[in-house]
């Protein structure tokens, strides 16, 4: 979504104010007078920094002071339903019992490794202000995976599970009360255990703490996804995560194996600046190792299986995946979308939580399953780890049923690279301190080179330039001379249509703060016309919508209706490209306003997806409603 501040290499005067609020508000900050509350600053100006730091009780935690609990129970304790190691994903029922007084702020917390503290950090207090929250302690010196509070028992305030601790001649003297809850656990390879706090997330205290619990096998190989290496459709990369650093294999086919390259990245290759980020700090998860191998010898447009893993580690289930046509043949369907994220699959409070990923992914899911589908492309805004790097763990996991059985093709967002003084051109921690080093881990792309991440593929009908929003993209710097080269080198006769990506939008009706950058739009724009592109996409705006043919804010062409109704855009007399922002397919969601510009056709705030099936002659797209399934925007574009 839209930054805080927006910058390239001269900062406009209305970045240079925004950034002035910002600094004023990190140096008040240290006033001993500030309550635990946000800052007055940021309560009335929440538009300027909700996107990266996406306010909530949950995420101030650690901007909380630890108190000490009154009049603890004796009898308290926490009890987790497995009393073994724990699977792979498995949904565990914790139960606290011995509590004298329930309380509507009671709530429990899983936490990450086991030795994490939770003590208060009351020196590290300068770390935290890149949350946007400018509160006087913070709470935890580890942040916590996810936490639910005990009310969700709807048992436990009433207590009618009620356990007697003292008779008298047979009467009951003193009881205690007890509640149980359900969180949803994948295998994160470090122990966990859950901690009973008082309090509520404004004023919290240290109740009680379960034992640690250990994961099976913390090096079972998990979360495989794959991606395209060329335009050819006969090889592809296979991408997963694993507690072990020893290569591990990918078996496919009839008997065919490959062996993985292993990489990682530390707390240290972290981005920071004078105050730690989230990634460095407080955020930090140990990713385990993460392994790609190519699986080579396919051909496109067929159905093959796969399983990765080791003797050692553990195998993989044996998963069926689709290879993508080749680059110059006919036909291909796809989907698309941008600003994703994951959500819980419990009552918990977490990170960061986009509420419509699990709808958009489930109807995904069943799309790729009718085998109907080529590839898939998410274009920006990923994971939303944004610096709390567990949630990368949870964000694969969600994306399995489709990333591992089609090419899942990405490009990089303001929350997976920018940072202050990190080189990306807008300069808000909008990445959390992540820099775009797991992005670039976890979803290898065939970019150039490490941190150019961009890239053009050939699928069918269709070449995709894919570029990054988030890196120089002037007349003189190495992306631009890139796209220039890539564009003009597209064979029409080979792949006549032409599909331009990236993360942040050139229109938008929106009214978000700088969610469109003027100077983008200028450097970047006439490339689009020059070559005769076809189809832009864009995301960052947490919506749908459409254009005209648009050239500099003006429609040059407008769709026709054709016998069903649908607009149909031809482009065998071009005249300018289309625009389509596809934001809408997690976070939430953005409204639009009363008035908009001519050149905005259609404009739907519903989560959902984008689907294109793609022919010589015709490109037929549409946006689906993820809830109803029913399409909700249609268009075409045809040459004769």
């Known amino acids: 979504m839209e930054p805080l501040i927006s910058s390239s290499s001269r900062v406009s005067g209305r ?19 500030l309550s635990s509350s946000l800052h007055p600053m940021y309560i009335n100006s929440t538009a300027m920094h909700r996107n990266h730091t996406a306010i ?21 304790q926490i009890n987790v339903s497995s009393n073994s190691n724990l699977s792979d994903e498995q949904y565990l029922a914790v139960t606290v019992s011995g509590v004298s007084k329930p309380s509507r702020n009671d709530w429990v917390a899983m936490i990450s490794p086991s030795h994490a503290s939770v003590e208060s950090c009351p020196f590290n207090e300068g770390f935290y202000l890149q949350t946007g929250d400018l509160s006087s302690l913070p709470l935890l010196c580890h942040y916590p995976v996810k936490a639910v509070y005990m009310r969700e028992d709807a048992d436990y305030l009433s207590c009618k599970k009620k356990e007697c601790k003292k008779y008298r001649k047979g009467v009951c003297l003193s009881y205690t009360c007890s509640g149980t809850l359900t969180f949803h656990v994948i295998n994160i390879r470090t122990d966990i255990e859950f901690v009973l706090f008082g309090g509520g997330l404004q004023t919290p205290c240290v109740l009680t703490k379960s034992r640690p619990i250990n994961f099976a096998n913390p090096k079972q190989p998990l979360y495989g996804h794959i991606s395209s290496i060329d335009s050819t459709g006969t090889s592809m990369r296979v991408t997963w995560v694993s507690g072990d650093k020893k290569p591990q294999q990918v078996q496919y086919g009839d008997g065919k194996m490959q062996t993985s390259v292993v990489t990682t ?15 460095k700090d407080f955020g930090w998860h140990d990713p385990g190792f993460i392994h790609s191998a190519v699986m080579t010898g396919l051909k496109p447009s067929s159905t093959f299986s796969y399983r990765y893993g080791s003797d050692s580690a553990g195998w993989s289930k044996q998963i069926q995946f689709r290879t993508p046509p080749a680059g110059g043949s006919d036909e291909l369907k796809f989907l698309a979308f941008g600003d994703m994220g994951k959500a819980p ?32 492309f998410h274009i920006g805004d990923i994971s939303y780890a944004t610096g709390f790097l567990v949630e990368w763990d949870f964000f694969l996991h969600q994306i399995s049923p489709v990333a591992s059985r089609v090419s899942y093709m990405t490009a990089i967002g303001n929350h997976e690279r920018d940072y202050i003084d990190s080189g990306s051109i807008y300069i808000t921690p909008d990445s959390g301190g992540e820099c775009g080093i797991p992005y670039e881990t976890y979803f290898p792309m065939p970019t150039p080179a490490k941190d150019k991440p961009w890239y053009s593929i050939e699928q069918a009908s269709v070449h995709f330039t894919v570029m990054s929003t988030e890196h120089d993209w002037s007349e003189n710097s190495e992306q631009y001379g890139w796209m220039k080269k890539d564009l003009a080198s597209v064979d029409r006769s080979k792949t006549p249509w032409l599909i331009f990506a990236g993360h942040r939008p050139m229109y938008s009706s929106s009214n978000g703060i700088l969610s469109v950058d003027p100077e983008f739009i200028e450097k970047v724009e006439p490339l689009l016309l020059q070559n005769k592109v076809d189809l832009v996409l864009f995301g960052h705006v947490h919506n749908y919508e459409r254009t005209c043919s648009v050239y500099q804010k003006k429609c040059m062409a407008m769709p026709k209706k054709d016998r069903n109704g649908i607009d149909t855009y031809d482009h065998s007399n071009y005249s300018a490209p289309l625009h389509a922002v596809i934001g809408m397919a997690g976070f939430s969601l953005d409204k639009f306003p009363n008035d908009v510009e001519s050149w905005s056709l259609s404009r739907i705030s519903q989560f959902g997806y984008f689907r294109g099936h793609a022919t010589k002659k015709e490109l037929d797209l549409e946006l689906v409603d993820s809830d109803t399934k029913k399409v909700e925007d249609r268009f075409r574009i045809i040459i004769a």
């Open 56 to 76: 909530s009780e949950f995420r101030l935690l650690n901007r909380r002071t630890l108190a000490q609990c009154p009049n603890t129970s004796p009898f308290l």
């Open 265 to 279: 990245f530390s707390q240290a290759n972290m981005c920071s600046s004078p105050l730690e980020s989230p990634a």
């Open 345 to 376: 699959r419990d009552a918990s409070a977490e990170h960061y939580i986009q509420p419509g990923s699990l709808s958009v992914i489930k109807a995904m899911a069943d799309e790729v399953d009718s085998n109907q589908i080529d590839s898939i």
């Open 15 to 33: 970045s240079l104010l925004i950034m002035i609020l910002l600094i004023i508000t990190f140096l008040v900050s240290s006033s001993p007078c």
